[in-house]
């Protein structure tokens, strides 16, 4: 299990360590706004659909050579992308890196071979702390290396994390699924591309929540999702246009983002429940979330609307602006603590232990579909309207998610008493 939670720390590190530099390394090959943001779509359209076929292949031929394949797949996307020569070349590495990154799933998978079912909860949680410190220390990494003359070395550095990575795994990671011929006879009787039995899956699950409350938690996660999406695929562009800044900076805003979220999961979210409740706390978290991006989006118009400058004598951003660019970053991270927390756990207390985990891989879904569209959606946005609309509008979408939030959870008081 330790090399397991290591294994996905780096893959996390390597992972974080491009995101502060991506946006800023495509605008070297003349990519617009809108391109940027679609590099956030192909990664997470490819991570969609490569993540069933991964699990079934994990399933058939065992853990590792999966885990194996798809840790060198990242040491490929990374090496492609620090020898990128044109603009195809930088999505082609994110989709390689999509695909591969569907792993996650593999992780979980070997939680599940080894762990009883009464502890699955407790090592899934140390499966994502040590993704979520991973995301912490990448983007970090990624800022400090950030340089002008050499703008490829974080590419190179995050393919040496996978290189270590793969190493270490090679040597410590163990087989643990060994698949006997009665399950090969019912993998063999499923449709034969992974994709068809996903598909089937969701249109059945799709019947079977509808005018369920966990059909109110899919939509609330697809909106979470898509809001959060959007922010992630145009933050760096915005800060650019707003202040100036280069990928260091980004890298420490994305730093302090990831802290004060890792903090809000670890501290703060078991006292909101047990004070508040689960779907309250989800409430208070969107309102964070819409909050913190509102302020974000529009840091310039709020600080002009105090009659102060947003600028400072030497062109960048003001004390006044960077107070609020915090303050937002705080509230939004924040609220996504709480809120994402507190979805799953919602799942799980409108599910039974016959449809869980058909409940959690639908959430998932919707989850990995916001990934894909929002993006989509702010980037145009922020090329054609505003750079602060994708995330205002974002923050609007989260507000309006407080409402499907107190709504459901007045339905589930009903449904109790």
Known sequence: MSTVALTLFLDLAGFGIILPILPYYAESFHASETAVALLSTAF??????????????????????????????????????????????VFAARVIAGCC???????????????????????????????????????????????????????????????????????????????????????????????????????????????????????????FFVAFAGMESTLALFSERMFGWGGRETGIFMTFVGVNMVIFQGLVVGRAVTKFGETTTLAIGLVLVGLGLATIGGVDHLIRALGLDPNSADGGASWPSLACYAVGGILMSGGNGLSTATISALVSRVSTPENQGMNMGVKESASALARVSGPAVAGPLFQHIDPGAPLVLGGLVALINVKLALMLGKRMRERES
């Open 44 to 89: 997470s359209a490819a991570q969609f659909i490569m993540a069933p076929v991964l699990g079934r292949l994990s399933d058939r031929h065992g853990r590792r050579p999966v885990m194996l394949i798809s840790i060198f797949g990242s040491i490929a996307a990374a090496l492609v992308l620090g020898f990128a020569n044109a603009l195809w070349v």
């Open 101 to 223: 990154k569907a792993n996650v799933s593999t992780a979980h998978a070997y939680v599940a071979d080894l762990v009883a079912p009464n502890e699955r909860a407790k090592y899934m949680g140390m499966m994502g702390a040590a993704m979520g410190m991973g995301f912490v220390f990448g983007p970090a990494i990624g800022g400090l290396l950030a340089f002008d003359d050499m703008p490829a070395l974080p590419f190179f550095v995050s393919a040496g994390l996978s290189a270590i990575n793969f190493g270490m795994a090679a040597i410590w990671l163990p087989e643990t699924h060994f698949p006997d011929r009665a399950a090969q006879a019912v993998a063999d009787a499923l449709p034969k591309h992974p994709m068809f039995a996903v598909g089937a899956r969701l249109r059945d699950a799709a019947r079977r929540i509808q005018g369920t409350p966990m059909a109110s938690l899919v939509v609330i996660a697809f909106c």
